[in-house]
């Protein structure tokens, strides 16, 4: 039996490719390493919020880079996810400070309220819920991070109020 692998395309668009671009230009010719986490983000938000292999490739080719190089920090940093996540990606922080001031009630609370655990998706894929170690918010812990906002001093009724305008 012959089995064919097709790989998906992956291309930035004319405005994806100035944005990079512009982080590029911020460091000498010989350091465009040093944009590829923004690359990276770019990249994923034009893929639907993961990056696939073909995306973490053209963010190697489009900066002249060993595609290693994209892939170690890819795999490294939780914010960029390797495989496709939900409309909403809900991040609530455990670690110490956090986890003190009642991380893992409001994860229980999530996981009850979604049907989910840590790391899955709902079935509709409207949520995915994803455990991360600090968001640098631990003033107001419990803290909760959903797109680029942060939301603090959890309870449950908050996040309800929160699920509660999303869905």
């Not at 230009?25 to 350091?31: G, K, R, V």
């Not at 900066?63 to 990606?89: C, D, N, R, W």
């Not at 840590?118 to 797109?147: I, M, R, S």
Request: hydrophobic share 45%; net charge negative; glycine share 6%.
């Amino acid at each position: 039996m012959d089995v064919t692998v097709t790989e998906t395309v992956f291309e930035f668009n004319q405005h994806e490719k100035a944005e990079i671009d512009i982080w590029v230009a911020q460091y000498p010719l010989e350091q465009k390493r040093s944009a590829v986490i923004p690359a990276l983000h770019i990249a994923q938000k034009a893929n639907g919020g993961w990056l696939s292999e073909a995306a973490m490739k053209a963010v190697a080719d489009y900066l002249g880079l060993p595609q290693i190089q994209v892939f170690e920090v890819a795999t490294f940093y939780s914010m960029f996810e390797l495989a496709p996540v939900g409309k909403h990606k809900l991040c609530v922080c455990t670690n110490v400070a956090c986890l003190l001031n009642g991380s893992d009630d409001i994860v229980a609370h999530l996981k009850k309220r979604l049907k989910i655990g840590l790391g899955e998706t709902t079935a509709d894929k409207q949520f995915t819920l994803k455990e991360v170690e600090c968001l640098g918010a631990c003033v107001n812990a419990p803290v909760l991070q959903l797109g680029e906002e942060y939301h603090e001093k959890l309870t449950p009724e908050k996040v309800d109020a929160l699920l509660a305008g999303l869905e």
